[in-house]
């Protein structure tokens, strides 16, 4: 099975320390470099036997068919909802992911956004780099504390995000359809729209894909309610946009912090012009300490399995 100098198709360009690992250890082709795809695969398409791509890249089904040896995906990230997982399966071609490594990061950026709208830090900012703050007083935030932090999806990271937000002696609730889970004390909703009732902040952390698609809807929103504050830090799949823009304009809830879009890297207008919203460009686990801890376990998947056929992070497909 050893087979160190496996042709690899790299999806996109990749964290510095994971390029320079497969760059010594295969033989890669960048996709994005390639500028007659259709001639690639030609000619060198039956010779791949891994694609590393990442949660944004994802992969696209027309390429991966070009590739009759594939057998493997490893992908930069925890979220694969842009890579098809019933076509791998079919194919037996196996995935790997990036489990556990970003929960803090994540959950560090969902308390950043948290922190962010409810005391206005980036109009704050804008309101000093102005020069407003000679001529006018600026307008008062929320406490966080004492407050209600609703989680949807109480995964490994929501729970990180739950206890960061504890030590912020917020109380703690959660979204589950059934029955609660037996290992935490937090308050149980298995309705959408009544923790969203119960919520001073809302955060999304559920994975994307068609199970999750506009699971935060407008009625949600106006469940959430106008003193409240929704969080995105999951997918922009899980978030109708539209929706949300318009429950934004009629001030159905307070504001928003955004670190995922519907189609990234666009975002509406709408939003960038809203003080009340708070956006970032899906930098969840944007950390140089996440990032490399990222790239060093994807390099560990895709070693393990040219090595022995194995993988740390296997994807259950
Ligand atoms: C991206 C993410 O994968 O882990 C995820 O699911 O969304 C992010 O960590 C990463 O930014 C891709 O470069």
């Given at each position: 099975?050893?087979d160190?100098?496996?042709d690899?198709?790299v ?12 760059d ?6 960048n ?12 000619e ?11 949660g944004?890249?994802g992969?696209d ?12 995906v490893?992908?930069f ?15 037996g ?5 990036t489990?556990?490594?970003l929960?803090?990061a ?7 956004l948290m ?7 980036s109009q704050?900012?804008r309101?000093?780099?102005a ?23 109480l995964?490994k ?18 979204f589950r ?20 009732r ?6 999304v ?6 199970d999750?698609?506009?699971?935060i809807?407008r ?11 929704l969080?995105?830090v999951?997918?922009g799949?899980?978030?109708d ?8 304009l009629?001030?159905?809830i ?6 995922v879009?519907e189609?990234?890297p666009n975002?509406?207008?709408e ?8 956006l970032?460009?899906?930098?969840g686990?944007g950390t ?8 060093d376990?994807?390099f560990a ?5 040219f090595?022995?056929g194995?993988l ?6």
């Amino acid at each position: 099975m050893s087979d160190k100098k496996a042709d690899v198709l790299v999806w996109g360009p990749m964290h510095a320390a994971l390029t320079q690992n497969l760059d010594r250890d295969f033989t890669v082709h960048n996709r994005w470099e390639i500028k007659d795809l259709d001639a690639w695969a030609a000619e060198h398409g039956d010779k791949v036997r891994g694609v590393i791509t990442s949660g944004v890249y994802g992969t696209d089904n027309a390429l991966l068919d070009r590739l009759p040896n594939l057998q493997v995906v490893n992908s930069f990230g925890v979220g694969y909802d842009a890579v098809d997982t019933d076509y791998l399966a079919r194919r037996g071609i196996q995935l790997s992911n990036t489990p556990d490594v970003l929960n803090n990061a994540v959950a560090e950026t969902a308390m950043a956004l948290m922190l962010c709208v409810s005391r206005r830090i980036s109009q704050a900012e804008r309101f000093v780099r102005a020069g407003q703050w000679t001529s006018g007083k600026f307008p008062l935030g929320n406490d966080l504390c004492g407050k209600t932090c609703g989680i949807v999806g109480l995964g490994k990271i929501g729970k990180t995000i739950a206890k960061r937000a504890a030590a912020f002696d917020m109380n703690i609730a959660y979204f589950r359809r059934g029955a609660p889970y037996a290992d935490v004390e937090y308050t149980h909703y298995a309705d959408l729209q009544e923790l969203a009732r119960a919520s001073d902040y809302l955060i999304v952390i559920v994975p994307g894909g068609p199970d999750t698609q506009h699971l935060i809807n407008r009625d949600v929103l106006k469940a959430l309610g106008p003193k409240s504050y929704l969080i995105n830090v999951a997918r922009g799949s899980v978030v109708d946009e539209k929706a949300l823009v318009a429950s934004l304009l009629e001030s159905e809830i307070a504001g928003a912090g955004l670190d995922v879009f519907e189609d990234e890297p666009n975002v509406p207008a709408e939003l960038m012009s809203l003080d009340s919203v708070v956006l970032t460009p899906h930098i969840g686990s944007g950390t140089y300490e996440t990032r490399q801890a990222m790239a060093d376990l994807v390099f560990a998947n895709v070693s393990a399995y040219f090595a022995d056929g194995s993988l740390v992070t296997p994807v259950q497909l």
